[in-house]
């Protein structure tokens, strides 16, 4: 499938932490670059693609934000690969994936001839 050029933001639904957002770029009708993000319920950028901001003063923390990394890395490369939100990962933070997986969805879909 070819996407119109240009860049596109999708947003997952909403949680008790903020939300997930994902912009894609397209270029020459192909995803060329994802970006995730994860806003606090204030607007604040607590999560992207290139760093985590999460606070690491305890090993649980620092755990998660190791697994959120993890996730986004793979997600990213999976929707590159396959110039798709349908994807599949394998991890233990589903409801993390499944939200990203949407807010990318929903970028997809504004990019679609």
Known sequence: MFYND????????????????A?????????TEVMFKRIDLKGTEI???????IDNSDTSRRLLADDIESI?????????KRQ???????????????????AVKR???KAKK
């Open 84 to 102: 798709s939100y349908d994807i599949s990962i394998p991890t233990k933070n589903k409801d993390l994936l499944l939200n990203w997986k949407l």
């Open 6 to 21: 240009g860049i596109y933001v999708g947003e997952g639904d909403s949680k008790d932490y903020g939300n997930d957002i």
């Open 72 to 80: 986004i890395d793979l997600l990213t490369n999976e929707v590159l």
């Open 23 to 31: 912009t894609i770029t397209i270029s020459k009708g192909k995803i």
């Open 47 to 53: 999560i992207s693609k290139y760093c985590s901001t």
């Open 107 to 109: 970028a997809v879909e």
